[in-house]
Nanobody
Framework: QVQLVESGGGLVQVGGSLRLSCVVS????????MGWYRQAPGNQRDPVAV???????DYADSVKGRFTISRDISKNTVYLQMNSLKPEDTAVYYC?????????WGQGTQVTVSS
């Protein structure tokens, strides 16, 4: 099992910044990919950013140039730095870990961007 705990969400004005954190624990060996997803009311859960064990990253087009995914292996933590936030970034953000055929999810953290 893998446990994921997100933090760092909140209310921010347009143009502001937030940094989300995801602490990973449990059987973290053989995790292939870590990522951040988001889900707005009435929408499906969509990928925002991913980082592989090799350090490669990929981003949704809507956040490229504004969001940065990173990790601190010594702290078993993955981050999502979000800059230049827009109202359409408002959603619940979920941390995800892929380990083999299994997907693990955190409980989510709310991000609200006010205009």
């Amino acid at each position: 099992q893998v446990q994921l705990v997100e933090s760092g969400g909140g209310l921010v004005q347009v143009g502001g910044s937030l940094r989300l954190s995801c602490v990973v624990s449990g059987n973290i060996f053989s995790i292939n990919v870590m990522g951040w997803y988001r889900q707005a009311p009435g929408n499906q859960r969509d990928p925002v950013a991913v980082i592989t064990t090799g350090g490669s990253t990929d981003y949704a087009d809507s956040v490229k140039g504004r969001f940065t995914i990173s990790r601190d292996i010594s702290k078993n933590t993955v981050y999502l730095q979000m800059n230049s936030l827009k109202p359409e970034d408002t959603a619940v953000y979920y941390c995800n870990a892929e380990r083999g055929q299994y997907d693990y999810w955190g409980q989510g953290t709310q991000v609200t961007v006010s205009s």
